[in-house]
């Protein structure tokens, strides 16, 4: 079984939960996916009008059906009767295990799911009356297939009926590579709690070309495998293009962007590359995905704006790269590029609202190439990305 990450490009698909009223999620979906694609297109733009015309490379798409990598499902109905999808108005879950973003391996692998849940009669939480143990089911789905299952309770009781459970859902998803549960015993809206159990399983390979990343339960990576292959490689172009003796990798997650920018050959033995991640897991799968790939390239627990803040001025790289979350790197990271010595940043970012008020604080830099990669399709979020060249 192998996972599905080929790019399906249905101009306009059809989903019945939409036309029911059930799932307004995807609120463009009843618009063609070109002018989808235009739109984010036309709000780039406009977010950044610095940039030149001629620096707008062609918008890389995100697909219409089956290239969400990542399915968070809450977990509604009642004892043997469960729902998996989204919370209604009511509080109530609305099943939504057909969603057809999902990658097919996600969606074969739900009603499985929920099959074993409802014979072992696991209580889902009910969020009005805060009863119940259930709360969350995350699946996420690599490339191979593999499968990464998180069952989030409300406590210790949802736990040790996961922990029994353990046997039929290795036999019935053999695909799951790592099977845990968080525990997330406040009411509040959140998608998990800081504790996590593994049951099965450590880390999840995502295998991706010439680089393999290990994901680890809390670990972030981008929700469309396809579309961040080819950030990863459009990054690692501009950096081969400028071909910098050292960078790094602030917010560097589980390394993706970092150890395909490592660079090939004598490059990667010659380019120095550091990432600093905030997540201690996600600097320990980056780690083991550097020794994998033979890629000499370190990594450090910390918050990426102390790190650059507080560092020596004699290690400070000549490429920076960011891929900070919606808020941007802010004015304090901002600041320090603006008056480093860094002659180049690779800006990737899930927010052009932020990105253009992060650029704004940094004047000395100029955007020599930006481009469109569409992340999350049938949404209004995108991913863009900029290569910044120091001219101040």
Same mark, same amino acid.
């Given at each position: 079984?192998?996972?599905?990450? #080929? ?8 989903? *019945? ?6 799932? +307004? ?40 059906? *089956? ?27 609305? *099943?939504?295990?057909?969603? /057809? ?5 996600? #969606? ?21 009356? %805060? ?16 499968? &990464?299952?998180?069952?989030?309770? %409300?406590? @210790? ?8 459970? /353990?046997?039929?859902?290795?036999? @019935? ?17 959140? !998608?998990?709690?800081?504790?996590? @159990? ?7 390979? &995502? ?21 961040? +292959? ?9 950096? *081969? ?5 050292? !960078?790094?990798? /602030? ?16 490059? #990667? ?14 600097? #320990? ?23 650059? +803040?507080?560092?020596?001025? =004699?290690?400070?790289?000549? $490429? ?20 480093? =010595? ?16 992060? $650029? ?14 569409? &992340? ?5 979020? !995108? ?10």
């Amino acid at each position: 079984m192998t996972g599905g990450t #080929r790019l399906q490009l249905v101009d306009t698909p059809h989903c *019945d939960y939409f036309e029911a009223g059930k799932c +307004r999620s995807c609120v463009l979906i009843e618009t063609p996916y070109r002018a989808q694609l235009r739109e984010k297109e036309d709000r780039s733009r406009e977010l950044l009008p610095s940039v030149p015309e001629s620096a707008w490379l062609p918008s890389v798409p995100g697909g219409t059906r *089956d290239f969400r990598n990542r399915a968070k499902l809450v977990v509604g109905g009642r004892a043997g009767h469960i729902a998996l999808g989204i919370l209604g108005p009511d509080g109530h879950g609305i *099943d939504l295990r057909d969603c /057809l973003i999902h990658e097919p391996v996600i #969606r074969e692998a739900i009603p499985r799911i929920a099959k074993l849940i409802e014979t072992a009669g696991i209580v889902p939480y009910d969020v009005p009356t %805060r009863r119940g143990e259930l709360k969350f089911v995350h699946i996420t789905a690599a490339p191979d297939g593999a499968l &990464m299952l998180r069952f989030v309770t %409300r406590g @210790e009781r949802g736990l040790a009926a996961i922990r029994r459970l /353990l046997p039929d859902l290795r036999r @019935e998803l053999p695909e799951a590579a790592v099977i845990s549960v968080n525990l997330l015993p406040e009411h509040k809206a959140v !998608l998990e709690g800081e504790r996590e @159990e593994l049951l099965h399983g450590s880390a999840l390979t &995502m295998r991706l070309d010439e680089v393999s990343l290990h994901l680890r339960p809390q670990s972030f990576f981008q929700t469309n495998t396809a579309v961040a +292959r080819a950030l990863y490689a459009q990054a690692a172009a501009w950096v *081969d293009k400028v071909d910098p003796a050292s !960078l790094w990798d /602030l917010y560097c997650g589980v390394g993706g962007f970092a150890l395909h920018c490592a660079g090939t050959g004598n490059t #990667r033995q010659t380019r120095r590359v550091l990432g600093v991640e905030l997540s201690s897991e996600a600097v #320990r799968s980056a780690r083991r995905s550097a020794r994998d790939a033979g890629i000499d390239a370190s990594f450090v627990a910390a918050d990426a704006t102390e790190y650059a +803040r507080d560092a020596d001025r =004699s290690t400070i790289p000549e $490429l920076v790269i960011v891929n900070p979350p919606r808020r941007g790197i802010g004015p304090e990271l901002s600041a320090w590029l603006e008056r480093a =010595s860094v002659a180049q940043v690779i800006y990737s970012s899930c927010n052009p609202e932020s990105l253009a008020r992060d $650029l704004s604080a940094m004047p000395s830099y100029r955007v020599q190439y930006a481009r469109v990669f569409d &992340m999350f399709p049938h949404t209004r979020h !995108l991913e863009v990305a900029v290569l910044l060249q120091r001219v101040g």
